[in-house]
């Protein structure tokens, strides 16, 4: 890239002052406003890549064939090529040029492209101007073409390194070196044959039980135990790993204005609680029930989704590993997909990566065009599931599990129950549940070390009255199990509107646990009743209950002869049914087995705690 002075001159000679008409730039490119504004948020933010693009390229204006043939997906889509909307003379709002979402912030609260943001509509050429100072021209090194970022390098691996920090906190990593050593031999033959770049790339195994995975800028890849059930061969893993590190490699995070993808219970839309309180006490009461990673874990754009299956099919051929595991793979998914639709199940890979028939087919004819290169071969399937022997799958009773209301934390010994019918969560920072209106919510977490449950309380009061006007409308000492709890009812002033705060120290164990029950409007004696039943239920776990809990590992059984599904299932001891057993070992439900036979099985076993 030109120096300073140089690009500014050469700015001013491709872009003379009196020939810069924004509005007739836009009217020429996008001539059905309809059409424009039904395409939505994608088509707005494909306006600004087709200037910074033109621009990249020495164009001087936006000739509608130009910007029909530009390369962008995102473009081909706004520009009506056979998407044009039906619209009805005179009745189409004028086109929305500038996306009103929230930009993406890093962990200071800052827009990583501040350009972009806002709530009004501006001019296009005023929101052009105001991006300048983020985006910037470089060539992609996996397309080799030219792309548009609106963060730097620098500090792209910046914002990664803090976002995998994040990850470790609020979603957690698995410590198995066997399970973390297999993954990254993979992940680090798959990206020895990256583009070069200055990444260090690094591949770790998340503590989540739906199978996802995930890439941070920077070179931060991640799958999930969950996903690791669900991989039946190397060279699944490996594709599933290539496509993350296109991701990286391609830079598709600073090219793209994300949208943050929720995993949590309150990250939904419609909860009035939380934008009720905002602020620090929003932080405070909300906050550590938000998923383990939301704002951190970011979904790409759709044609960014299919240069990584395309790109990064090249990348695992390059690495030795077969191109078509990706299809079988993708197959797979959406049978899991299919699987769980009835089912309430947490976010997934699903949520951020397209998984359709369409795209297994697509991959499947790629990979007839990429022959492996034989750098050496993928461990066989059985020697491959050997390694994932013993993986964790489903809930993790080390944080915590429900059994039906009931929450039951063996390695903190208490249980607590939850008011009926309203929808449960559990992260590693708090649990609770939600009325089904999403006004009210009651929230436990731990808030500090100690056993003095008015210190902990005033601490709260003190620290909150510094951020928030509120008003304590009582504050007293009460009984709970014989515990000496602290019970205090707050009036916070918010922005909407007044937020009703019922609030419970409670000591145990050598914590206080801070119970929070929040109401948005309408505080009343149900609510009353309802948070103070949820108090009173917090006890010791007991040694019957612990007994009782249980978690689920994967391991390997051999088909005897004559068997189906169902046989070897009973008499394997399998928690999965035949349905999810055939999904997860990659075979039709009614396949006829074969002796000896490896097949993956969900065996039940006592849990032992895992205290430090």
């Known amino acids: 890239m030109a120096s300073k002075g140089a690009s500014e001159t050469a700015r001013r000679d491709q872009f003379p002052r009196g020939n810069f008409d924004s509005r007739a730039m836009a009217r020429e490119a996008f001539p059905d406003p309809g059409a424009f504004q039904q395409r939505g948020r994608s088509s707005r933010r494909g306006i600004a890549s087709v200037f910074w ?76 101007v105001l991006a300048s100072a983020a985006v910037g021209c470089v060539t992609n090194p996996v397309t080799q073409q030219t792309d548009v970022v609106f963060v730097r390098e620098a500090d792209e691996v910046r914002l990664g390194n803090e976002a995998a920090a994040k990850v470790a906190e609020e979603v957690g990593i698995v410590s198995d070196p066997r399970l973390t050593a297999t993954v990254a031999r993979v992940g680090r033959r798959v990206a020895a044959s990256a583009p070069e770049r200055s990444y260090d790339y690094s591949f770790e195994i998340v503590d989540l ?7 941070l800028p920077g070179g931060h890849v991640y799958v999930s135990r969950g996903l690791l059930a669900l991989v039946d061969s190397e060279d699944e893993l490996a594709n599933v790993l290539a496509h993350e590190v296109i991701h990286v490699a391609a830079r598709h995070h600073a090219q793209r204005q994300a949208r943050t993808a929720g995993v ?68 797979t998914l959406e049978r899991e997909r299919r699987l769980g639709a009835e089912e309430a199940r947490e976010p997934s890979w699903f949520d951020s990566h397209p998984s359709t028939p369409r795209r297994a087919s697509e991959a499947a004819k790629r990979a007839q065009l990429l022959p492996a290169d034989g750098v050496g071969p993928a461990a066989d399937r059985e020697a491959f599931l050997q390694r994932f022997d013993g993986l964790l799958v489903g809930d993790d009773p080390a944080e915590g599990v429900f059994d039906g209301r009931r929450f039951l934390h063996p390695d903190l010994d208490f249980t607590i129950v939850v008011p009926e019918g309203w929808k449960v969560s559990n992260t590693r920072r708090a649990v609770g549940a939600i009325e089904a209106g999403g006004s009210a919510q009651v929230v436990l977490r731990q808030q500090e070390k100690g056993n003095d449950a008015r210190e902990a309380a005033n601490g709260f009061l003190a620290e909150t009255r510094k951020h928030v006007q509120m008003d304590v409308a009582r504050m007293d000492a009460v009984e709970l199990n014989g515990r000496i709890a602290v019970h205090a009812l707050l009036v916070a002033r918010a922005p909407r509107g007044d937020v009703i705060l019922d609030l419970t120290w409670i000591p145990h164990g050598g914590f206080v646990y801070l119970l929070s029950g929040t109401v948005a409007g309408g505080y009343s004696d149900v609510h009353r009743a309802t948070f103070a039943a949820v108090a009173r239920s917090f006890v010791p776990l007991g040694s019957v209950r612990r007994a009782g809990i249980q978690e689920t590992r994967l391991r390997l059984r051999t088909v005897r002869a004559g068997e189906s599904l169902a046989d070897f299932g009973r008499r394997a001891g399998n928690a999965w049914d035949p349905e999810r057993t055939a999904v997860l070992n990659g075979i039709p439900e009614n396949a006829q087995l074969r002796e000896g036979q490896l097949l993956k099985v969900a065996i039940p076993q006592p849990y032992r705690p895992r205290v430090q």
Not at 73 to 97: E, I, T, W
Not at 209 to 215: D, E, I, S
Not at 265 to 284: D, K
């Open 53 to 128: 693009r033109s621009r990249c390229a020495g164009v001087r204006s936006f000739p509608a064939k130009d910007v029909l043939s530009a390369r962008s997906s995102r473009l081909r889509r706004s520009a009506s090529l056979g998407h044009r909307a039906r619209r009805r003379p005179g009745k189409d709002p004028p086109p929305r040029l500038l996306s009103t979402a929230p930009m993406p912030r890093d962990s200071h609260g800052r827009s990583l492209s501040s350009g972009f943001a806002g709530t009004a509509r501006p001019r296009l050429g005023l929101a052009l």
């Open 264 to 331: 949590g219970l309150f990250a939904l839309p419609g909860l009035l609680v939380g934008s009720a309180i905002g602020g620090r006490l929003g932080q405070a009461v909300i906050a550590p029930f938000e998923v383990a990673g939301a704002g951190v874990i970011a979904s790409h754009s759709r044609s960014q989704e299919f240069e990584a299956d395309d790109y990064g099919q090249r990348l695992s051929a390059s690495a030795g590993y077969d191109p078509g595991a990706l299809a079988t793979f993708l197959a």
């Open 209 to 215: 039980a739906p199978p996802n995975a995930f890439a």
